[in-house]
């Protein structure tokens, strides 16, 4: 089992910023991959971000590239989102997961997930 905590959410003006953590416990070891999707509503969940947590590779889905950076603390077990320039179609609940596939894209390929944390975008 791996539990999965996010934290960092909030309400912002558009252009702003917020950093999402998520912190993983228990068996960490068959994590290969760690990702962050977002489901607005009514709206399926989309793949935001993704990182291996070995070697540090980095995968985003085009919307959000530029503006976010994903990062991992192996020390920590910590995953990062840092996200600037924010816009209201950023508007979501982020979800953090973990997958046993290498840059995984694919919901279905993540077999954790945390609470999530609610992010609004909005003047």
């Known amino acids: 089992q791996v539990q999965l905590v996010e934290s960092g959410g909030g309400l912002v003006q558009p252009g702003g910023s917020l950093r999402l953590s998520c912190a993983a416990s228990?068996?960490?070891?068959?994590?290969?991959?760690m990702g962050w999707f977002r489901q607005a509503p009514g709206k399926e969940r989309e793949f935001v971000a993704s990182?291996?947590?070995?070697?540090?590779?980095?995968y985003y889905t085009d919307s959000v590239k530029g503006r976010f950076t994903i990062s991992r603390d192996s020390t920590k077990n910590t995953v990062y989102l840092q996200m600037n320039s924010l816009n209201p179609e950023d508007t979501a609940v982020y979800y953090c997961?973990?997958?046993?596939?290498?840059?995984?894209?694919?919901?279905?390929?993540?077999?954790?997930w945390g609470q999530g944390t609610q992010v609004t975008v909005s003047s």
């Open positions: 997961g973990s997958s046993w596939v290498k840059g995984s894209r694919y919901s279905l390929e993540y077999n954790y």
């Open positions: 228990g068996r960490t070891f068959s994590i290969y991959t």
């Open positions: 990182i291996t947590w070995t070697e540090g590779t980095t």
